[in-house]
């Protein structure tokens, strides 16, 4: 059974995006993760990855013998994802996602070297009137942007660092007269 609360949490970590970033594109193989996530250590992937499968964010899509060893196909659950996206499991996956960027603001602003306009450190909250078919047409605009630098620039490089942009949708309450 789905414990919707553990499979939230697993997959909010960066290092987990990033997996799933690169799973949502195409099955791979922890190999073949490794080749593009250069920066994360083999021995911190594969704990990473049994992490997801155990909350089951991934799935062995298949598993098959190279020179006598076990190669598993990683892919992403997507029938668990659709579990999780329902309006009962909304509240866990909503408060789930904004604690996990609440104790990163927390473990940020506690270091000593904090320093919000250097590591360009932003949040804002935009409202806009917009018919379905517009907002559809943001939603998209948005996400190839996003998918671009997602994309491009996965390769470490002297001055990168990993920057977090979360997106959050929310519908706007009425007030009640």
């Not at 997507?78 to 999780?84: G, L, M, P, V």
């Not at 996602?97 to 306009?117: G, H, I, K, Q, W």
Request: charged content about 30%; glycine content about 2%.
């Amino acid at each position: 059974m789905l414990n919707v609360k553990e499979f939230v949490e697993a997959y909010l970590n960066p290092v987990r995006l990033r997996i799933m970033q690169e799973l949502k594109k195409t099955n791979k193989t922890t190999k073949e993760l490794h080749a593009v996530l250069t920066d994360i250590p083999r021995a911190t992937l594969y704990w990473h990855i049994n992490i997801l499968l155990k909350a089951g964010c991934i799935l062995v899509a298949e598993e098959r013998k190279v020179r006598g060893k076990t190669e598993r196909l990683l892919a992403t659950h997507h029938e668990n994802y659709e579990k999780s996206n329902t309006t009962e499991n909304g509240a866990i996956a909503a408060t789930a996602f904004m604690t996990s960027r609440l104790a990163t603001f927390v473990e940020y602003f506690s270091t000593d070297d904090a320093d919000p306009f250097r590591d360009r450190l932003a949040f804002g909250t935009y409202v806009f009137l917009a018919d379905d078919d517009e907002f559809e047409q943001f939603h998209n605009e948005l996400h190839t942007v996003l998918r671009k630098y997602t994309r491009e620039f996965k390769e470490p490089k002297e001055g990168r660092k990993m920057r977090d942009v979360s997106v959050i949708y929310s519908p706007v309450i009425k007030e009640k007269k």
